[in-house]
């Protein structure tokens, strides 16, 4: 048995993890494109110099010595040849498989805006060489205009923030992170990066880039005509599936890779895990399709369930915040608790029992809870307490073994 | 592994493991007498709060099996120790992304009060052979126990 894993990300690595726990002598190999093995979350700290590559790495150093890993690094995958049960490398290698795992990520993608592709001096922040771009690039660069204000796009401002570079911020819904908080809560932000000397343009689109002499980036233009003097522009407008390597057919894809509750693709031994499947971006299910994967492929059955996408964390200029579920009532019938303070402003939506959102600024403690409360759609009519002081005391419950579980699940 | 096992019942808020654990973590040294209440830098790891009845609940960390906060966890901050069973944190590493805070399904963690950039989690007093708060419980309401993980 002979298990090959496509990419060194969070899924990849913690699928190689975890089948070397299960299975202790079989081959396991990961090839990536990517030399080193880092988190893609914290690329922003490299840029505003408080971390370099090896601090931001999620694995210690001897991560592939320690669980007995062959790591073909640096290296494109570019096609699979599935009836032979091969990986073709650009390298015109091949690499033989009993059990494969695609994870091979997703790209930034840089939607189609007049001279947005062709431009000198556009950039995106998903890999190590965009880093090394930006390094670069802020060398000359005194004015930049970031596109899109998703965590992508709030990351790369607070990245660049304290290198000297000017920072407008460009974004199509009326504020500052859309699907992750509402009005009152993006304003909380906004107030934040005004002091910092970053402006905020919202409702409206990139429409064109201006360029100068030698196709740099002279200028955006704005959908309300707008112009941004600039010379540099970050584009943070979300990412597409890394799939272009896969020819045969038998491999479904959708949005990304299409595959089942253990992670098989719709061909038998090909799985897939992570930004791939285009499941949701997000570092947790990522892992978590990782492991589930794992123990599939081990022949251990395992079932991924953990598809609950509306969920983040955040923490920008010192202020700490996590978004659940809805950020707005779908519409009237919903009851909506609010607490705000000069420090603190939290928001949860429900309706009959249960929880379908909330938003919590300044104050996150201990807030697991109410993440359960979301994903699982758990009931809480019978619990006569103040909704913001609902915790797990209301729902202990405790297995043999001491670990705690949720009655209604 | 050891896990700290949890009978409620039994428990009368006297909040002493409480006390316990900020006195073990406190960097003014270890007795009771050097925990200066006031001191916001200073938090137990583990609680007790009052659920709906107003019956008092000891919420302490579980070293899950399949711990979430480690699943989500994008720095390597937060590992689970197959070994000895024990979920650890890392706080050079930590990038305070608070995922694990709002991943734990018992809402076990939370942000530092002083700086908001450490995770206060359970270390079962990093090797001590009997975790403080175990120590210093008088009814029984916590306890020891080795348990298959």
Known sequence: ?409 | MKRIMINKDLCSACLNCYMACMAEHNKNGKSVFDVDLEDIENEGRNYITIDKEGKPVPIFCRHCDEPECVNTCMSGAMTKDKKTGIVSYNKEKCASCFMCVMSCPYGVLKPDSKSKTVVVKCDMCDGREIPRCVENCPTGAIYLEEVDC
């Open chain 1, 1 to 409: 048995m002979k298990y090959v894993i496509i990419g060194a990300s969070a899924a990849g690595i913690n699928a190689a993890k975890t089948l070397r726990e299960l299975d202790s002598s079989n081959e396991i190999v990961i090839i990536s494109k990517d030399n080193n093995v880092y988190s893609r979350c914290m690329l922003h700290h490299v840029i505003s110099g408080n971390r370099d590559l090896e601090k931001i790495a999620f694995e210690d150093k001897d991560f592939f010595s320690k669980y007995n890993i062959r790591w073909v690094k640096g290296i494109e995958v570019i096609d699979i040849s599935t009836d032979k049960k091969e990986v073709i490398l650009e390298n015109d290698k091949i690499e033989k498989y009993d059990k494969l795992l695609i994870a091979t990520g997703a790209s930034s993608f840089i939607p189609p805006v007049k001279n947005l592709r062709e431009a000198k001096g556009v950039y995106s922040l998903r890999n190590y060489d965009d880093v090394l771009n930006i390094e670069e690039g802020i060398k000359k660069s005194k004015k930049a205009v970031i596109l899109g204000a998703g965590l992508v796009g709030i990351d790369a401002a607070i990245g660049l923030m304290e290198r000297g570079v000017k920072l407008s911020i460009v974004e199509m819904a009326n504020r500052i992170l859309p699907l992750q908080l509402d009005q009152k809560g993006a304003d909380r932000y906004q107030k934040l990066f005004r002091t910092k000397d970053i402006d905020i343009y919202t409702s409206v689109r990139l429409e064109e880039v201006i360029l100068k002499e030698g196709g740099f980036v002279d200028k955006v233009k704005l959908s309300d005509g707008t112009l941004l003097e600039c010379d540099m522009i970050v584009v943070a407008a979300g990412v597409r599936p890394n799939v272009g390597f896969i020819k045969d057919e038998h491999i479904k894809i959708d949005k990304g890779i299409v595959i089942d509750k253990n992670c098989r693709t719709t061909l038998t031994d090909v799985y897939a895990a992570g930004d791939v499947t285009f499941t949701a971006p997000i570092w947790p299910i990522a892992v978590k399709q990782g492991i589930a994967a794992a123990y599939n492929m081990y022949g251990k059955e395992k079932l991924f369930d953990d598809t609950f996408a509306l969920r983040n964390s955040m923490n920008f200029l010192g202020l700490e915040s996590v978004s659940l579920g809805v950020v707005e009532a779908p519409y009237s019938r919903y009851t909506i608790d609010i607490i705000e303070t000069k420090d603190v402003y939290k928001k949860i939506i429900h309706k009959d029992g249960i929880v379908y959102g909330a938003i919590l600024i300044g104050d996150i403690d201990y807030c697991g809870v109410l993440h359960q409360l979301i994903k699982y759609k758990i009931n809480i009519s019978n619990i006569n307490k103040n909704i913001f002081k609902i915790d797990y005391s209301d729902f202990f419950s405790i297995k043999q073994d001491g670990q705690y579980k949720y009655e209604a699940l």
